[in-house]
């Protein structure tokens, strides 16, 4: 079992930064692939990005390559989403979950195991 909390998702103008955390507890960490979601209103959930168990491969969706950045602390069981270069289409609450490493398709939410409860990102003048 893992219990996975984000935070440091807020209001942001275009072209801003913000960096997301996400702590798990629980199961060992160091285990899983952690992604990252968002899911804007009125859409459905779309895959942001994720991060392997040793944290050596890491994979992103196209809208987000380049200005966005996963990282990870096993030692602190925590996973990161640096967000840069913001716009408003990127205004969404922001999940990280887990799954199970060995798998494939992390791309698509029914790989993962484990969510937490999101956090709001909003990028506005």
């Known amino acids: 079992q893992v219990q996975l909390v984000e935070s440091g998702g807020g209001l942001v103008q275009p072209g801003g930064s913000l960096r997301l955390s996400c702590a798990a507890s629980g199961s060992t960490f160091s285990s899983y692939t952690l992604g990252w979601f968002r899911q804007a209103p009125g859409k459905e959930r779309e895959f942001v990005g994720y991060?392997?168990?040793?944290?050596?491969?890491?994979y992103y969706s196209d809208s987000v390559k380049g200005r966005f950045t996963i990282s990870r602390d096993n030692a602190k069981n925590t996973v990161y989403l640096q967000m840069n270069s913001l716009a408003p289409e990127d205004t969404a609450v922001y999940y990280c979950a887990a799954a199970k490493s060995g798998r494939t398709g992390y791309r698509y939410t029914y790989a993962y195991d484990y969510w937490g409860q999101g956090t709001q990102v909003t990028v506005s003048s």
């Open positions: 991060i392997t168990w040793s944290g050596g491969t890491t």
